[in-house]
């Protein structure tokens, strides 16, 4: 899709890339905001070590014409943008629900869904360095600024050259990571549960889901390159595809391979993630938009491989916060870690719908950097920032206000008991209290790299927050067990968001770490939701428990939950609330106009 203009990852999910228009394959004119864009052509990349570059671009041989430049950003691309990375999140998000629901009625929260979560750990950390974090903030301001030169009218084309230069040697790399986790399997399953009753099945089942290191990979590189020409639709359909693999496998080889069967899902879904996304990346990359070529002089600014480190290990630190809970509650009873596992997802949607606009906006931010418009990269940046704010605690208030009913709804079938939906909803609402503090260090950690260059301050401040959560964890699970952790994971990130956004205005050696946002006025209009949200919490949480059903006690609680928060959030003057309320005077104003012709 190209919408005209001003995106996870880059990550933990995902916009469109589809050709022309939202996947509909026509070009809309002008006054629709939308307009076409053709893509790069493919190359042929260096063999050598070093720092991965974008390589010098290629000057013609005789005079041609560039490619337009694309669009400026618009409130309406950022609105169908938005709207289209979170219909397929929302859908990829209740995939992943009934995959949940589905390994809970097949194989409950036993010793052996216990051994399948501690190979989950390899697509978890895969997702996250290589398609909706790490690889994502290496490539995307790669690509804007490989884009900002060809716009620009620099010789040859930037964007097929970097493909030409960095896929092949990312692609040996994830080959060997693959094998390396296969060979390994038994050391990391020693490492990441030393209590695990039944270790030799999460080897198996480790050994079958390395297979996603490669195509995790190659997902994450294409969803880099079409976000970065502003096409959301595929990298918004990879969960969709990734999880129905997951289903598939679990039911049609359940039977015989027990939860092995789920592992097998991820190597299918994997795959399916990167064959939903070739056609449009081709259409992308297959034209040059520069006729014949020759060696330039003037080479394109690196992308070293300090910033690929700086990124891969900051991603590896927040990651390492879910080793430490399984580590911490691998010697608890059976079921602890699926106790978590269950909470975590289900109270994660709320933060990955928050963040769905900074996945649009990420790229935008970036191609801003690129263009030397530092101005407009920090006001978009604050903006998310409140928005994101106010989506995710709304969601948290709901989280916490209805846990027990929304976990009955979704798992309590088949060999999940009322004890497991009971422990389950207990640590959903503990692991609510962090919401915030992971949507603010998604939202800023895209700040921190949009530029394009290495900073070892996001790594620190995340380290920091994985001491806490371990510290805090070790002496948590032994007075509150498995709600312990996730008192402690709560703890450890919410330090980092604070490390994160004190540093934003900060430089070293004369270089701004980050964009530089106003910390003061961030802070004071994050107070802002956050008060709604401390009194929807128990206006919906009184009114949830006043019926024993649990639909019904579900759309009362979150009905009343949305209800406070919105009053109180407007009445306070939250920013958050002004896109929406600009759509629905837009609506209004759409309406009126269009009612006397009706008549």
Not at 272 to 286: D, F, G, K
Not at 470 to 477: D, F, L, Y
Request: net charge positive; glycine share 10%.
């Amino acid at each position: 899709m190209t919408v005209t203009p001003p995106h996870p990852s880059g990550s933990t999910g995902s916009g469109s890339g589809a050709g022309p228009g939202f996947g509909s394959g026509v070009s809309p004119g002008p006054a629709s905001g939308i307009s076409p864009r053709s893509g790069a052509g493919t190359g042929v990349g260096p063999g050598s070590g070093g720092p991965l570059s974008v390589p010098p671009a290629r000057t013609a041989a005789e005079p041609v014409r560039h490619a337009p430049e694309l669009p400026p950003v618009s409130r309406r691309f950022l609105a169908k943008a938005t709207a289209v990375t979170a219909a397929l999140s929302v859908a990829g998000a209740l995939l992943g629900l009934v995959r949940d629901q589905s390994l809970a009625r097949l194989f409950g929260a036993g010793s052996g869904t216990d051994a399948f979560l501690v190979a989950w750990t390899v697509p978890e950390f895969a997702a996250t360095l290589l398609i909706e974090d790490g690889l994502a903030f290496v490539l995307i301001p790669a690509f804007s600024l490989a884009l900002a030169r060809r716009a620009q009218g620099a010789p040859g084309d930037p964007v097929r050259a970097l493909v030409a230069a960095t896929l092949p040697r990312l692609t040996l790399v994830f080959v060997a990571a693959s094998a390396l986790i296969v060979a390994t399997a038994p050391y990391l399953v020693e490492v990441l549960a030393p209590g695990l009753p039944d270790p030799a099945l999460a080897v198996d089942c480790t050994r079958l889901t390395a297979t996603c290191v490669l195509s995790f990979g190659l997902a994450g590189y294409c969803s880099a390159v079409l976000r970065a020409h502003r096409r959301f639709l595929m990298p918004g359909a990879i969960y969709v595809a990734y999880n129905a693999g997951i289903i598939t496998a679990m039911f049609v080889l359940g039977g015989a391979w027990g939860v092995r069967s789920a592992a097998v899902g991820v190597a299918v879904g994997g795959a399916l993630m990167v064959v939903v996304q070739l056609p449009a990346v081709w259409r992308r990359l297959r034209h040059s938009p520069v006729g014949r070529e020759a060696p330039a002089e003037t080479p394109d600014r690196a992308v070293t491989l300090a910033l690929v480190a700086t990124v891969l290990l900051f991603a590896l630190c927040r990651q390492s916060q879910v080793l430490v809970e399984r580590f911490l509650a691998s010697p608890l009873p059976a079921g602890a870690i699926s106790h978590l596992n269950y909470a975590q997802k289900v109270a994660q949607i709320p933060m990955t719908l928050s963040l769905m606009l900074c996945t649009v906006t990420f790229p935008v931010v970036a191609r801003a950097l690129a263009d030397g418009d530092t101005e407009r990269a920090r006001t978009r940046v604050e903006r998310d920032l409140a928005l994101a704010a106010c989506t995710v605690l709304l969601g948290a208030a709901t989280v916490i206000a209805c846990a027990p009913q929304i976990i009955e709804l979704l798992f309590q079938r088949g060999a999940f008991t009322d004890r497991d939906a009971a422990a389950t909803a207990g640590v959903m609402r503990v692991y609510a209290l962090g919401l915030l503090g992971q949507t603010l260090v998604g939202a800023l950690i895209r700040s921190y790299f949009s530029a394009g260059r290495p900073t070892w301050y996001p790594v620190c401040a995340m380290a920091a927050g994985i001491v806490v959560t371990s510290s805090a964890g070790a002496w948590a699970v032994g007075v509150w067990g498995v709600s312990g952790i996730a008192a402690a994971n709560a703890a450890g990130i919410t330090v980092t968001a604070s490390l994160l956004l004190a540093g934003m205005g900060t430089t070293y050696r004369g270089v701004p770490r980050g964009i530089p946002v106003r910390t003061r006025q961030v802070l004071a209009e994050l107070s802002r939701p956050v008060c709604a949200a401390a009194a929807a919490t128990p206006a919906g949480w009184l009114v949830a428990g006043r019926t024993a059903e649990p639909l019904p006690g579900l759309l009362a609680g979150a009905a009343t939950a949305t209800a406070v928060f919105v009053l109180l959030g407007l009445a306070l003057g939250a920013q958050g609330f002004a896109p929406v309320l600009r759509s629905v005077r837009a609506a209004a104003r759409t309406l009126t106009r269009r009612l006397p012709h009706g008549r």
